[in-house]
């Protein structure tokens, strides 16, 4: 592969010898910035609140730039040219979306053909068996509906195509918000594509930005927010993986047919702390009821989900990723709850990285005044 002709190298200006801070001023410059990152936080959803169609564009494609940019530079250190390294990237995901989409259709499509069979079946086969294991009689109106449910699933099914095709005409009549938001998910990988390739300038005029005296600390205090950030992610990427293989391999022995699409979402969907796991059983449990082939099904999933649960807890977390675990599943749950609260949907997407900024504020904030004589008694020296 030709390589590019190199670029100049964007000037940053920066301090040279590293200057010596002294404990007053190393704690102005601490406090100054936390209170920077909390006021732009509060800016950033601000914007968001008024512009959000063009703000939530440009934060996925900043998300996606931050994700990727270590592939790209690792393809870098290798004498692949940044643009070439963005490129192969993006064509992998795209690759990989495009079979992805390939292969569920087709799966749903089968899974939504065996449902009028699974509640004719229901009715009368498996309510009586489970009276019969419990030994007391389920309502009658259960019976009743199951049945009902299994005369109009095909109706239901059939007439599912042209409901969604009047839902979309419905909201197309909407022609501006149709336009703008198929604008906005059109724009996202342009945007990822060139804040990826950019990635070093955008760090470099950020860097530019700050005070000379203030350059180390501030990017010091840059690299906690990124080392609890990337941790996170890198982390739960690792362990979604491995439990995704774990899931997929255990529900296909069981002869579910949609093993792998439960598994990556039961494995992935571990992010969300006991997210991933109550979804992932609750689809398994509907994979098996479509496929139901005896009670050994019920017994491998039951083991599928014991032994990836204890191999998580037990080997994968402690021994692949560390210690260094960014942000506790506690975090996790009180950030989304929270910001998906006060911003909804928006406020999901921004609640681990809004997380991991305000947990290093906290933790440099609580520093500072560790040591201020107000906390250690001791007289302050001049």
């Not at 996925?60 to 250190?77: D, I, Q, T």
């Not at 690759?95 to 390939?102: Q, R």
């Not at 992935?268 to 509907?286: E, Q």
Request: net charge neutral; proline share 5%; with cysteine.
């Amino acid at each position: 592969m030709a390589s590019e002709a190199p670029e100049p190298p964007l000037h940053v200006v920066q301090a040279e010898p590293p200057l010596e801070l002294s404990e007053e001023e190393a704690r102005r410059i601490d406090l100054t910035w936390s209170l920077v990152m909390v006021t732009g936080l509060a800016l950033l959803f601000g914007l968001l609140s008024v512009f959000g169609g063009v703000a939530i564009p440009v934060l996925l494609g900043l998300s996606g730039a931050y994700v990727f940019n270590p592939v790209v530079s690792f393809l870098e250190r290798h004498k692949v040219s940044r643009t070439w390294g963005t490129t192969i990237v993006f064509a992998g995901c795209t690759l990989a979306l495009v079979g992805a989409v390939l292969y569920l259709i087709p799966v749903f499509q089968d899974e939504a053909a065996k449902l009028p069979d699974f509640f004719r079946r229901a009715s009368t086969q498996i309510i009586p068996h489970v009276e019969s294991l419990l030994g007391v009689s389920l309502p009658e109106f259960v019976n009743q509906r199951t049945a009902e449910l299994g005369a109009k699933a095909s109706e239901l099914l059939q007439s599912a195509g042209p409901t969604a095709a009047r839902l979309a005409a419905s909201f197309a009549g909407n022609t501006a918000r149709f336009v703008a938001t198929l604008l906005g998910l059109a724009v996202v990988p342009v945007l990822g594509f060139f804040f990826l390739k950019d990635y070093p300038r955008l760090v470099g005029l950020v860097r530019e930005l700050i005070p000379l005296r203030a350059v180390g600390l501030v990017s010091r205090r840059f690299s906690e927010v990124d080392d609890v950030l990337s941790a996170f992610v890198r982390g739960q990427l690792t362990v979604g993986s491995i439990l995704s293989i774990i899931y997929s391999t255990g529900l296909s022995i069981a002869g579910i047919d949609m093993a792998i699409v439960i598994g990556v979402v039961a494995g992935f969907g571990n992010m969300v702390p006991y997210l991933g796991t109550t979804v992932g059983i609750m689809l398994a449990l509907l994979g098996l009821m479509l496929s139901w082939q005896g009670p050994w099904q019920l017994a491998v999933v039951a083991g599928t989900f014991l032994v990836a649960q204890l191999s998580e807890g037990l080997f994968i977390t402690p021994r692949i990723v560390g210690e260094k675990v960014g942000l506790t599943p506690v975090t996790v749950i009180i950030a989304i709850l929270a910001f998906g609260e006060l911003f909804g949907f928006v406020g999901i997407l921004l609640a681990v990285p809004v997380g991991a900024i305000l947990k290093v504020v906290l933790r440099v904030v609580v520093l500072r005044y560790q040591k201020t004589s107000l906390y250690t008694g001791e007289a302050s020296r001049p």
